[in-house]
């Protein structure tokens, strides 16, 4: 039970981090239900979305009909453009301050607001209690981003109980897309066991309360979901627009950029040039951290993602993730310098969660990985670099550096 | 008054969980502490947990698990089955948390064991799991193991009557495919005096309802649409209308 | 803090209710010894299984003497389930067997063939505070033997099929329960901590 099996069609094995399950032919359950996107009759699954948020839609009375969880980059544009071109739903819409923003990530969003004029709401929790729950998490399970995820998805369930707007709309549902989770006519919608489970690597708030003795209740409850209860009594509800509409993030990608001037920038350890543009570590010191925990990378996820949508080869596929996997992250030192701490004292941290399956230690704290890899550096631009263009940078020609935001006076 | 239970399935393998369709199709969940946290948060009324690939490899009952379950804490009656093919294999399931312990191929295999396993745990903790097919109207004991069907022998499982308290009806190709489950296994098992459980495709509204309305069904299982939304179970419970005077009502926590 | 000792004599789990006692702010031990056991405020004898087994067991490991001896030096008891019956004067599952004796009454058959497996609500029959606010609550209940003895020993009863049975008993400061507190989500976990605390006030 313990013996590593691999997917025939994708890049994906069976260790996974969401879990994943191979049938008989050796084809994963993520490669089987994105079959799905080939067979559904879209136009009955965009009826079906009509008549699950018909209820939702508000007369005159109260000004918001849904909540949409934005941030400067990933599937946001996309989402806003279903929202309300096609769907004509009044969101609000609103976003949780991460801290390590790009300036890409600042003008898009900034964008977005104005391009699909509507209000958004903004949380910025105090930093130094951002800082102190990220070393926190860094010493439990070796994550620098656990707050991040933590706000981004309980603060729309928060704002949904707080302003009484029963209806938050997500875009893609992560477990769906990559691992088939769920076929997307199981119309799987937003639960507190799968943030949990998934994306807190199962961990709550509350559970890093009873974990630290330096964390207390002041520090942890902004990231707490609200109670049953709560959930129950405002009937809060929350969908996902991949269930309904035949998902394609780089066809979608594409088509926002030619719409509202989406701004995309290259990256080190990535051939994708959409998602992540607004964070400085998302695809750099975190992908790198993902990378030395479970074995697997973002890169993966995309390189996947593109062998089904039938663009890419497999063996192309291999060589694009054995190139990218083995870059190095940058901008590492601005979180040393946010954080407040020191280069080696942090690798000092992360060295206890090499994940030896996947890692061999050569010489105290100097890993090497175990996976084979063979490329060769100049084939890539043949494979994908035509098809990916990016048209603006991390940086947008300013220094790098983390954007405050609401910080107030300067 | 007693009321009918309304139980939560969790399918484990691979020491995770996982959707099963038609005891062919598996998708992968989750973990089985932060599924099972969850499930008692929401008040179900027993948890079911099926650990399907034990007796396949040649493992016995997944101790582990039901240890690791009992120690979230859980406060809610937990039901394992899987890899049980012995008396000790029964005493260690319930001596490491488990209520009551579910057994399908012991039946098939090694059924003089059943009530030496009776006489220690006693009848009320044993419920025989019967995996069913129903092809033109005619029963079938499906065995998960072989993938044979042989015709279902009642008379067989009367001789049980005293000595196991609950039979667990599952719908081999209804599995997965809510309101598809064969409510007529029912009435094809009303000369036994044994109570059953149906689960497989058991579906909301009406269909469950008619399961709880007959007296020989005491309970009815979901399994995968538990994982579809926020407080399903309690949906789920809600649906079933007509039951309402025959279940427990829906609790919501208001701490976390 | 109150020391519960719950008796480990491999019928049961044992670690759910250790579990449970902790949850409600108890500090509690498991353990078959019983020089540990002694050291309890409370004891407390849980029980899945058949009556002579359990019994057989309790023996074995000399311990059905040592829970009569503690009860006649007044400790107080919680019997769970198959522990409440073994607390009784006799059972007829699977033939006639003595229990501990410390409850007057017995242990019969629901009859029939018949279990009562599910959650069912108690009416309790005594005035005392700490335990008549659970009128009508639902416990979790999972037996096919039912105790029959004196109303003055009923704490509470249960219907079934038009019939009732006593679902709580009690006898000087033992107390036993036939469903499964520790297991009957909120409503159990405040009857367990509403039982101890009014044992310990009674000693």
Known sequence: MEETSFCKLCLYDSNHPLGLEINDEGVCSGCLIHQEKDNLDWNKRWEDLEDLIKPYRCKQKVKYDCIVPVTGANDSYFIMHLVKNKLKLNPLIVTYNKYFNTPLGIKNLANLRSKFNVDILIQNINPQIVKKVTKASLKIMGSMYWPCIAGQTVFPVQTSIRYKIPLVIWGAHQGTEQVGMFSHLHNSQMTRRYRKDHDLMGFEADDLLNIFNTLGEEDICQYRYPSDNDLRRNSTIGIYLSNYVRWDPKVQHEEMVKLYNYESTKFHRTFDIYDHGDCYNFLNIHDYIKHIKTGHTKVTDQASREIRHGRISKEEATKLVNFYETQLYQYDDLFYEWLGVKKNSFQFVLNQFYNKKYWLEVEPGKWITKKKITVVPAELNNIYGARFQANSSMNRDKPSKYITVGKGYP | ?256 | MTKIGIIDYGVGNVNSLNKSFKSIGFKSFKSSDKSVLKSSEVLVLPGVGSFPYAMDRLQQLKLDNFIINESKKNKPIIGICLGMQLLTDSSEENGDHPGLGIIPGKIIELGNSDFHIGWNDIDICKELNFIKKFNKYEFFFNHGYVYRGHVKNILSKTTYKSNYFASAIIQKNTVGFQFHPEKSQKAGLQILKSTINFLLKSK
């Open chain 2, 1 to 256: 008054m007693i009321k009918k239970r309304v139980a939560a399935t969790v399918v484990v393998k691979n020491d995770r969980v996982v959707q099963s369709l038609a005891f062919k199709t598996y998708l992968p969940v989750g973990s089985v502490d932060t599924i099972i946290q969850n499930l008692d948060r929401w008040g179900v009324d027993e948890i079911i947990v099926l650990n399907i690939d034990r007796t396949s490899n040649g493992l016995g009952p997944n101790i582990e698990i039901v240890k690791k379950i009992s120690s979230i804490p859980i406060s809610t009656p937990l039901t394992y089955g899987g890899g049980i093919t012995s008396v000790s294999d029964a005493i260690d399931v319930i001596s490491s948390g488990a209520e009551r312990i579910i057994i399908d191929s012991l039946f098939l295999k090694s059924p003089s064991d059943i009530k030496i396993i009776s006489e220690v745990i006693g009848s009320q903790a044993i419920i025989l799991s019967i995996p069913f097919k129903v092809i033109d109207g005619h029963f079938f004991h499906f065995n998960y193991l072989t993938k044979i069907f042989t015709k279902l022998d009642l008379v067989n499982i009367k001789q049980y009557e005293k000595i196991i308290s609950e039979l667990l009806l599952i719908d081999v190709d209804a599995e997965g495919d809510a309101g598809s489950y064969s409510n007529e296994v029912v009435e094809f098992f009303s000369e036994v005096n044994i109570g059953l459980i149906s689960y497989g495709g058991v579906g909301l509204s009406s269909q469950g309802s008619e399961l709880l309305d007959a007296p020989s069904v005491n309970a009815i299982a979901y399994g995968n649409i538990l994982n579809y939304g926020e407080l399903f179970f309690q949906k789920v419970k809600k649906s079933l209308t007509k039951s309402k005077k025959k279940l427990r009502r829906s609790t919501y926590r208001d701490k976390i």
